[in-house]
């Protein structure tokens, strides 16, 4: 006999109303103005916005990838001169809100007027403006990137420390220095942790970007603004960044359940799907999982 569940169909039957009720209100709604939405959503400066979203997402991951890597390693370090420096630089960083970061970047000619390259205590070799160096651009990518660089560098240390110790004791044991060590033994192995919470990172960079305003970046939600100022269609515009929004992180989301599956292969029997229609396909093709016997 399959078992009963009374309370999923109430649960079902409360999730389809709710639906309905919101399907109804975007139909229904003027306000959303989709009519306003389908003028905007392919042009000119939404989709030059988008473009630097995406340059904006790409070049703070990688500079937080980079860096992460490197001060995850100086936190294991035996050193502690090094450990303790990557401590310090992670906790200010965590510590301080990313718009304030950014915001701090975007006036750093307030507090340096001139940025240089030189021998330490020496002679300045190469020296110009802060305001030409820094542009609101490099002010949005290094306030994402060094704060990028803080989480990720926790999201590293976990995968490391995950990895047996036996490995290393075994590299060692072959001669093999650290650096090697760590590079062709204790990272590729660490991956399979390392993995998932880096494109939750990806994801979420891809959002945090929209900060970018604060440093006047044209990205998405910056350029939707700037529309917005001028015809004051805030809804639908708004609506538009959302949409885009919600289009790029659904291809990040399954960019990031494959590469998830691949990494695991060998260390779990099956990797549990993540897309909804992968759900709903599982819930199909398993009817009558879960049954109980009754003696005859």
Known sequence: MPLRHPWRWVATVVVLVLAAMLVHSLVTDATYGWGVVGQYMLS?????????????????????????????????????????????????????????QIVFWYNISALYPHVGIGIPFGPVLVHGSANSIVSSLVAAILGLGLNEAAYYAEIVRAGILSVDTGQTEAAQSLGMPRVVIMRKVVLPQAMRVIVPPTGNETISMLKTSSLASAAAVAELFYSAQLIYARNYETIPLLVVASLWYLA???????????????????????????????????????????RREVPS
Request: hydrophobic fraction near 45%.
């Open 44 to 100: 000119g400066p939404i989709l030059r916005g988008l473009l630097l979203t995406l340059e904006l997402t790409g070049a703070a991951m990688a500079i937080g990838i980079a860096l992460g890597v490197t001060l995850a390693i100086l936190r294991l370090s035996p050193n502690p001169l090094l450990s303790g420096a990557s401590w310090l630089y992670i906790w200010f960083f965590r510590g301080t809100p990313v718009l304030v």
């Open 248 to 290: 790029l992180t659904t291809l990040l989301t399954i960019g990031q359940h494959y590469i998830e599956r691949y990494y695991a292969r060998g260390s779990v029997p099956s990797v549990p799907p993540r897309t909804f229609p992968e759900l709903l396909l599982r819930s199909l093709g398993r009817p009558g999982a879960r």
